[in-house]
């Protein structure tokens, strides 16, 4: 596996993936209604104005990161490869390059995100409502999470 900065040829395939995960992650939170594709997330949410990082396994871009300082915004994983370690890269890389620790909002009903983080060493430190970033119509509980740096 390699992770990588993203490139602007990456765009159709980070679209395919983020598409696809984004609906499962809606899913756990009983939220599929508030699906938007990436081609309309990006602009709401700023993507771009985070750092973005690739991972390719077998030379194929299989999921990307997006961060800043202090926050991991968007981590998404092409659903045909979970759990074979890509997230796992992907959140590592970001922490071993940074003295910084990060926090990270996971929706609540998203238990397989959750346990994620918590087995990559990130503790709850709360857990909060309001309405979801990019598509306020919709009201949202998520957890917040730091990793242990921060915890």
């Known amino acids: 596996m390699k992770i990588r900065k993203y490139l602007e040829k990456d765009w159709s395939r980070i679209c395919h993936i983020h598409d696809l995960a984004r609906l499962d992650e809606l899913r756990g939170a ?10 309309v997330a990006a602009k709401n949410e700023n993507i771009f104005e985070y750092d973005l990082l690739v991972a390719e396994h077998n030379g194929v871009v299989a999921g990307f990161i997006a961060y800043d300082e202090e926050e991991i915004a968007w981590l998404y994983v092409d659903p045909t490869l979970y759990r074979i370690g890509i997230g796992k890269a992907l959140v590592k890389a970001v922490i071993e390059a940074s003295s910084s620790a990060f926090t990270i909002e996971v929706l609540k009903g998203n238990s397989a995100a959750l346990q994620f983080y918590l087995n990559a060493g990130f503790s709850m430190v709360e857990t909060h409502s309001g309405v979801m970033p990019g598509n306020e119509r919709f009201d949202v509980t998520v957890h917040k999470l730091c990793n242990a740096r921060n915890a």
């Open 30 to 39: 009983s939220l599929e209604d508030a699906f938007l594709p990436l081609e």
